[in-house]
């Protein structure tokens, strides 16, 4: 059974509309301004930035009353109502599992965001298992986490794939796993492709590379 890995944020789920969507309903909460989203979606530069710090900096420059781990915590118990997945990302999910092939989640982030994530979206019932470094305590691109990801799946990493769009974390991290990797270009970084195995333009175009090797695979078995 061939195995396949997808990270959740930015692969998956297009989590920079969430936050864009999220900074603009707590400027508009707090009556700070439209610039202010744009601030604070500038400020989290694409996820990049730990949320622990993120919301030392918002309530530093708002002086807000909030503890930073309350305005943290709201942070997470929105974010999985702003996140959607495609249906056709779903769709070709089903078909990847119709294939042949195991299909689960690795991704970074706290336990209750990132779960909440893929509930809300209908991932759950279109993947075979997930790993979050949150609750894990390891985080990509240790090969610990993709190494649990596989169990859940119940899975080998041998023959595997992982698919993202960050180039430490998912490429070079899926790689030193023994993972054949999809690198997502989203037009954001400004390294080359590493050792990716494949480039594309969106997950749907990495679905389909993984359901011909999926296919593949079998008649190779």
């Not at 530069?45 to 915590?73: H, I, K």
């Not at 023959?159 to 998912?170: H, I, P, Q, R, S």
Request: charged letters at 25%; a negative charge; hydrophobic letters at 45%.
């Amino acid at each position: 059974m061939m195995l396949a890995l997808f990270d959740l944020d930015n692969t998956l789920i297009d989590r920079l509309s969430a936050f864009r969507a999220w900074a603009a309903e707590f400027a508009a909460e707090r009556g700070l301004g439209e610039t202010e989203a744009s601030w604070m979606v500038a400020v989290d530069a694409d996820g990049s930035l730990p949320m622990d710090a993120f919301f030392t900096r918002v309530r530093n420059r708002y002086g807000l009353p909030d503890p930073v781990e309350e305005l943290w915590g709201a942070y997470r118990a929105r974010l999985p109502h702003l996140v959607s997945c495609p249906a056709e990302v779903l769709a070709g999910l089903d078909r990847l599992r119709a294939a042949g092939s195991a299909v689960g989640i690795v991704t970074n982030g706290m336990a209750d965001n990132q779960t909440g994530k893929i509930e809300r979206t209908g991932l759950a019932e279109r993947v075979d298992g997930w790993a979050i470094s949150g609750a894990e305590g390891v985080a990509k691109p240790d090969v610990r986490l993709f190494e649990i990801g596989a169990r859940r799946c119940g899975a080998s990493l041998s023959g595997g794939w992982m698919v993202g769009d960050d180039l430490a974390k998912d490429v070079a991290g899926g790689r030193a796993a023994g993972l054949r990797t999809i690198w997502i270009d989203r037009g954001l970084e400004t390294g080359s492709a590493g050792d990716a195995d494949h480039v594309v333009d969106d997950v749907q175009e990495a679905v389909e590379v993984l359901i011909r090797a999926a296919g593949t695979a079998s008649v190779s078995g």
